[in-house]
């Protein structure tokens, strides 16, 4: 990561000097929403312009290498005719991550034609840029602005390489600069986010994107930093580029409109993380109480260097998810000392005054009490009485950041833990910490030294997409009066039907999400928070 990003990032209300905020208005970003368009046909695409209309895009990116049997002259007018957006016309070849794979002149005549006849924008590569540009002849319609762009399938250069291509792109007669790269690391995007919004300083209208899902926050947040436009597909999984989101997610998940300079960044930090539901949750309840704020999917690898990178004011907490509970312990400033006792954290808050990091567990908090209310509603016991897990036998399943937050509750609440595990020595570890005993998993089929124990899953063993998988087999689950699974997508697992089957009490992990919601949202916001919300839009789920 070069130190330049973390500089910028670490001050990145230069970017609010750039972009005015919206005076109230529904609208706090000029960035435009341009919805790829690719058909085999031109009727097809004349069906989905009107669609991307529909759902709010600003203009259509019109692909003309998708099409089948291509007319140049009729199909061009055509579709510039029954555009009911502004049209930006691409024509990509092979060579550069499209479909065209022939000569290079009726590629570019096209191209211009379009350009002639009416399109609002054209996107010709950096390398033709200057065969395109003595196409024109200097007779460029001064209502079409011209895209240069620079697509880079294996990685995202330095901030130095970035700002020399931009320069180069520039030289080649760009109205916009386009720059798409790819994420190797999520610290990768910093440098996008840097060059856009030093092109901005210097009134260079810019397109800077990082293509896979560790980039997906360059699709998101260019809104912020001043980005020129960026794409949003109209269905999930037909992109023009790895990691575009789809329109309705900017619009409706994202809030994209609302997104200004001054907007604070808030994610969710795991590998795997597209599954989680918590951007919807917050983005929803930021959005019922008027908080500026969005958050984001966060596809990290190492921990240390994510929050080194981002290390501005304006990336303000983040939710922690696995693999990283552990490892996030070691990066925070200061640890509340229940998630100091647990050994993890999966709640981090940036303080605005100094960006010192601050740790917490909400975890233990959302999973015990969702036991708690399981085993009540069984046994139909009051609130009022002592914690009905006291004295219980508690078997929880995974030795990690979950594991052990579920442990440190089940402990406090005066059960009798056992920790299982795949290895028995981190199982041991865990155990010696909160006084238990420890088993492998293996050893858990055979394991019932009484009935009514309780299990815990706490590891991902289960998740989409490998939803037939199950820690332990249904046959080992009789003796059990109550199963609980982190495991949320999808809300019923392998382990909790079979649970059911066997006639234990289930709590799923969705109870256990918004229950550790509720704290994580109250220290972002300092706000108390929206549970009926909370509720009623996890019901979807």
């Not at 609208?27 to 069906?47: E, F, G, H, Q």
């Not at 379009?114 to 840029?129: F, W």
């Not at 008027?290 to 080194?308: S, T």
Request: proline share 4%; net charge neutral.
């Amino acid at each position: 990561m070069d130190s330049a990003s973390n500089v910028l990032l670490a001050s990145s209300p230069s970017a609010a000097a750039v972009v005015g905020m919206g005076s109230g208005g529904v609208r706090r970003n000029p960035t435009l929403i341009c919805t790829p368009i690719m058909a085999d046909s031109v009727d097809k695409m004349a069906i989905l312009m009107a669609e991307a209309k529909s759902v709010g895009a600003d203009l259509v990116e019109i692909r003309l290498d998708s099409l089948k049997d291509f007319n140049h002259n009729s199909d061009i007018k055509t579709l510039i005719l029954h555009s009911p957006l502004p049209t930006l016309f691409t024509y990509r070849p092979m060579w550069e991550g499209g479909q065209y794979n022939g000569d290079e002149k009726p590629r570019l005549d096209a191209l211009r034609l379009a350009m002639e006849l009416g399109a609002d924008y054209i996107d010709v590569e950096l390398k033709v840029a200057h065969e395109f540009n003595e196409l024109l002849r200097g007779n460029k319609p001064g209502k079409c602005k011209l895209i240069v762009s620079s697509h880079n399938y294996e990685n995202t250069p330095s901030v130095e390489e970035l700002g020399n291509l931009v320069a180069r792109i520039q030289a080649a007669g760009a109205d916009i600069v386009k720059i798409a790269t790819t994420a190797l690391d999520i610290s990768d995007v910093a440098r996008i986010f840097q060059i856009t919004v030093h092109s901005q300083v210097r009134s260079v209208p810019i397109i800077g994107l990082v293509m896979g899902e560790r980039g997906l926050i360059s699709r998101i947040l260019c809104a912020k930093f001043g980005g020129y436009l960026t794409f949003g597909t109209l269905e999930s999984g037909v992109v023009s580029a790895p990691g575009q989101p789809t329109i309705k997610d900017l619009l409706d998940l994202y809030n994209f409109r609302q997104i200004g300079p001054d907007t604070k960044v808030f994610g969710i930090i795991g590998k795997p993380v597209g599954h989680s539901k918590s951007p919807v949750l917050f983005n929803e309840a930021f959005k019922s109480v008027g908080i500026n704020g969005v958050y984001v999917h966060l596809l990290v690898d190492d921990i240390a260097r994510f929050l080194q990178t981002y290390s501005s004011t304006d990336f303000a907490g983040f939710s922690c998810t696995i693999p990283h509970k552990e490892d996030a312990l070691k990066c925070c400033d200061e640890v509340h000392p229940v998630a100091k006792s647990i050994g993890a954290v999966n709640c981090i808050i940036r303080r605005q005054n100094d960006g010192k990091l601050f740790g917490y567990n909400t975890d233990y908090v959302g999973a015990i009490s969702a036991i708690e209310e399981g085993l009540r509603a069984s046994q139909n016991v009051s609130n009022t009485v002592g914690s009905p897990l006291a004295g219980k036998l508690f078997v929880v399943i995974g030795a990690g950041g979950a594991g052990k937050a579920l442990a440190y509750g089940a402990k406090e609440k005066g059960a009798r833990v056992v920790i299982a595990n795949r290895t028995y020595e981190r199982a041991k570890v865990l155990a010696d910490i909160i006084g238990g005993d420890a088993i492998t998993l293996a050893d858990l089929e055979n394991f019932h030294p009484e009935d009514g124990m309780i299990l815990a899953n706490t590891t991902s063993i289960g998740m989409q997409p490998k939803v037939d998988e199950t820690p332990v087999s249904k046959n080992a689950l009789r003796s059990y009066s109550l199963v609980f699974d982190a495991v949320y997508t999808p809300k019923i697992t392998r382990l909790l039907r079979e649970a059911e089957e066997s006639g234990a009490k289930i709590v799923t992990g969705l109870e256990m999400f918004i229950g550790q919601a509720y704290e994580q949202f109250e220290r972002f916001t300092e706000l108390p928070a929206p549970k009926e919300l909370f509720q009623k839009i996890m019901s979807k789920y």
